[in-house]
């Protein structure tokens, strides 16, 4: 069983498109998280949910939104994508109960903007 | 604020070589400090972790001792195999929602 998914896995498209990746948990997580990485596979934390409450929503471009309709789904819709945008997304989850824990990783959706 | 810090690679070891990945931390309370592992086209996947301080991680031969003295969590192995060939990713966080990650160390290993 897949813990953590994202569709699509791959994902070409042209400049000024808007695009949507998706993710689902099957683990009963409360938190979800999306993920930049780039090229040198430096992570970046892009936002987060908790229990469908957005909490954390780092320095990225309002071109980006997050969409969380409930707490297994994490949806992500860039609008006006730029040649910048091209990386890995990664979605993840976590069981935020008070004590600090691991995150589960999904296998990242690789987006080429040309 | 937190940050986490971990040498560069890549590191190229030979099979069975010994390993070490540095990792140091900065932290203002006590932290959680996790080894994650990406292999190639993968999603990263916990390796080990340590909840506080002399704790030790362990798994698949990996292991990482919580020191906070030197706020060190270095990864290491007896010796590795080509199947270790991967990116190592230190990480902590501090009980609130946000993982700070390292910037990754490449590492191969050759027959």
């Known amino acids: 069983d897949t813990a953590v998914s994202q569709t699509p896995k791959y994902l070409v498209t042209q400049m000024g498109n808007d695009k949507s990746i998706k993710c689902e948990q099957n683990?009963?997580?409360?938190?979800m998280y999306w993920y930049k990485q780039d090229s040198k596979k430096f992570l970046k934390i892009m936002f987060s949910?908790?229990?469908?409450?957005?909490?954390i929503n780092e320095t990225v471009p309002n071109r980006f939104s997050p969409k969380s309709p409930d707490k297994a789904h994490l949806n992500l819709h860039i609008n006006s994508l730029e040649l910048g945008d091209s990386a890995v997304y990664f979605c993840?989850?976590?069981?935020?109960?008070?004590?600090?824990?691991?995150?589960?990783f999904g296998p990242g959706t690789r987006l080429t903007v040309t | 604020g937190d940050s986490v810090t971990q040498m560069e690679g890549p590191v190229t070891l030979s099979e069975e070589a010994f390993l070490t990945i540095n990792c140091t931390y900065t932290?203002?309370?006590?932290?959680?400090l996790f080894w994650y592992v990406q292999y190639p086209g993968e999603g990263l996947q916990l390796l080990l972790k340590?909840?506080?301080?002399?704790d030790k991680g362990s798994n698949k031969g990996f292991e990482a001792t919580y020191r906070k003295e030197t706020t060190s969590f270095h990864l290491e192995k007896g010796s590795v195999q080509v199947s270790d060939s991967a990116v190592y990713f230190c990480?902590?966080?501090?009980?609130?929602?946000?993982?700070?990650f390292g910037a990754g160390t490449r590492l191969f290993v050759k027959a």
């Open positions: 993840a989850s976590s069981q935020e109960s008070g004590i600090p824990s691991e995150q589960y």
């Open positions: 683990l009963g997580h409360d938190t």
């Open positions: 949910y908790n229990n469908k409450e957005l909490i």
């Open positions: 932290a203002t309370g006590y932290p959680s």
């Open positions: 340590a909840t506080k301080a002399d």
């Open positions: 990480a902590l966080t501090d009980g609130g929602f946000k993982t700070i």
